[in-house]
């Protein structure tokens, strides 16, 4: 990177780490440290909620996954607004009325300490270990790219927002994520901006969708019906979005303490609402942006040679193997690919490109049979890197062809983006930890001072846990996935559990607590030993939980009577 560009990184960075200091100076207590004091207007929620979900993997994995697989990713957010309206009528109210500082209180005051304390626990594992990823994500990538060590980019990934984290929490969090969301959306509009105005003559934005959908990659909707019926196994539909995106959203955003605690820190039942409504509204089109950069770097490369693999370390590595000579072979091929292109791009020298569309289409199936043949050597050769490129492709982009100054400000917002989710997600284990489990079992009787001193502590610790976590994850593939899979091993369940609280009335505190672990038995089966797609297991944990605590309640019941 150029002397400017390391200028606006460290301006950037430096300005958003002051600021969040700077809002969270007057946090004295454990109200202000975990729920802002209860005083943020909506929009400041419906911010903190956005900022709690897009993480550094949102926006350099996204263009990626449209990149490779198309658009139809955003399907996974259709079930997100009718997800917000269930939260407002059900979960908002019952929160707030309780004055609750994490979600898992009421589930005492509904079942008993089991039943909150293991809810609780399955948070903190999922949570702290897709904070890790969050860590992780960013700084494997930005060290393959700016050639940084990868432990030390995870300790200044996670180091740095450990320290506003520790000064302001809550407070801080809500402020840095408002900063954080204008330069994030800033630099990306200029991308897409850019992108747009180096396309070749005679391409403006209406060409470059029209090339998208020709390529395939603007299915946007998708059916999930083959010739067989419906699959099952496939990733993304119209259905697995609708159903499984429901479950999911609703289990994240009504159990996940991350998620939960934006919104306690509402001024109100209706600021709270307002907020999540909001993010119900923003967060499809958000999605939709994202990804559409993604195919717009696609239609960039349609008449730009890309990378003969986007992750060059692995190429270099690849070439100290015995497989030597068939990269240098495919690098080859990859350059007369890329001398047909540009005698392609001479001979239609602003003339319309549809004439030559097909042409195109042929050499970009020419580049990916090479990036095919180049990925299935990176997997038979057995070095450690990481086996796909997907979450390369977007920040090699901007290191390629981004002029100075935009470089380092993208750069910028792949830290600020991480932060945004890191640090709401340690201020949320901090609060349950303190309030569910230290509060509940080491000391009952904690004073005010004690409280605070302790939810700073805690937030050192797991900041300090998801970094050593960062240290040893590896090959997780396209991480939006991974991130997003992880939180499937356990939402459902959690849901479930919420869902039996909330309109099961008669069903008791034992029989939830042997529900919930059979159902987390079921949906960690289901992902091991079938290939049914990870979003449909969020409907089946709760809809198992939920199942098994009305059978079990029957049978505990049948057992009372008996023994009367």
Known sequence: MSFLDWSVLFFTI?????????????????????????????????????????????????????????????????????????????????????????????????????????????????????????????????SSILGWNIYLTNMLMGGIVILYSISGGARAVAYTQQLQLVIIFAGLFLVALLLVDMMPEGIGLGAAIAIGRDMGKMNVITSGMTEEGFNWNDRFNLLSGLIGGFFLALSYFGTDQSQVGRYLSGS??????????????????????????????????????????????????????????????????????????????????????????????????????????????????????????????????????????????????????????????????????????????????????????????????WGVFCIVFAQFATNLGSLIEAVNILGSWFYGVMLGIFLVAFYLKHVGGNAVFYAAIAGEVAVVSMYAFTDIGWLWLNAIGALAVVAFSYVVQIFLGKQMAQGA
Not at 55 to 83: E, K, N
Not at 273 to 296: A, E, S, T, Y
């Open 268 to 461: 109100s039942i209706k600021e709270s609402r307002m907020g999540l409504v909001m993010n119900g509204i923003v967060k499809i089109p958000m999605q939709f942006f994202i990804l559409f950069i993604g195919v717009l770097v696609f239609v960039f490369y349609t008449f730009n040679t890309p990378p003969l693999y986007f992750n060059q370390v692995a190429v270099d590595e690849l070439k100290s193997t015995p497989y030597r000579d068939t990269v240098i072979a495919l690098e080859k091929a990859h350059m007369l690919v890329a001398k047909d292109k540009q005698s392609l791009l001479e001979k239609m020298n602003g003339r319309d490109a549809v004439l030559f569309g097909d042409a195109f289409k042929e050499i970009k199936v020419r580049e990916e049979s090479i990036r095919t043949s180049i990925k299935a050597l990176i997997k038979t050769s057995g070095i450690s890197v990481e086996q796909s490129d997907t979450n390369y492709i977007f920040i090699r982009f901007v290191m390629d062809h981004m002029p100075k100054g935009l470089v380092g400000l993208l750069i910028a917002v792949i830290f600020l983006a991480a932060w945004g989710s890191i640090s709401a997600a340690l201020n949320s284990l901090s609060s349950s930890t303190l309030i569910d489990f230290h509060k509940q079992y080491i000391n009952t009787d904690t004073s005010s001072e004690e409280a605070f001193r302790l939810s700073r502590l805690y937030t050192l610790f």
């Open 14 to 142: 430096f300005s958003v780490v002051l600021y969040g200091v700077y809002k969270g100076r007057s946090t004295k207590d454990i109200d202000g440290y975990y729920r802002s004091n209860r005083q943020l207007p909506w929009y400041m929620v419906m911010l903190g909620v956005v900022g709690t979900q897009a993480s550094a993997v949102t926006f350099l994995s996204g263009p990626g996954q449209a990149y490779t697989d198309g658009m139809r990713f955003v399907q996974y957010y259709f079930g997100l607004p009718l997800a917000m309206v269930v939260l407002c009528i059900t979960f908002v109210p019952i929160f707030h009325k309780l004055n609750v500082y994490t979600a898992y209180e009421f589930l005492e005051k509904r079942f008993d300490k089991k039943t909150r304390s293991f809810t609780a626990f399955l948070f903190l594992l999922s949570r702290a270990l897709s904070t890790g990823i969050s860590i992780y994500a960013p700084a494997i990538i930005l």
